[in-house]
């Protein structure tokens, strides 16, 4: 059984940093393709960052140059760095997870991850 378990979100004041984390279990990992979304209050979800099985990355314009995606093949997990952080990113971040990784030319498409964690809330006050 596929599980992915976000951790890491917590409140914080404008220009800070935060590190989310996603644990992955169930499948073999360092193949897949993996991203963070998220959704703010009354707005849909978004894709925010995508990373593949060789390790090329992808970002949302409004977090490029600020969020950094990475993984940890050793430890099954899947990282986002956020430095610069705005009011506009607060949201529950997900991570998500694509094992065929069908969404190589589509990074933001949501219909090609059929797994999600449970989502972690990232607060930034101004």
């Known amino acids: 059984q596929v599980q992915l378990v976000e951790s890491g979100g917590g409140s914080v004041q404008s220009g800070g940093s935060l590190r989310l984390s996603c644990a992955a279990s169930?499948?073999?990992?360092?193949?897949?393709?993996m991203g963070w979304f998220r959704q703010a209050p009354g707005k849909e979800r978004e894709g925010v960052a995508h990373?593949?099985?060789?390790?090329?990355?992808r970002y949302a314009d409004s977090v490029k140059g600020r969020f950094t995606i990475s993984r940890d093949n050793a430890k099954n997990t899947l990282l986002l760095q956020m430095n610069s952080l705005k009011s506009e990113d607060t949201a529950m971040y997900y991570c998500a997870a694509d094992p065929p990784c069908y969404s190589y030319y589509y990074a933001f498409t949501e219909a090609y991850f059929p797994y999600w964690g449970q989502g972690t809330q990232v607060t930034v006050s101004s």
């Open positions: 990373i593949d099985g060789t390790g090329r990355t």
């Open positions: 169930g499948y073999t990992y360092s193949s897949d393709c």
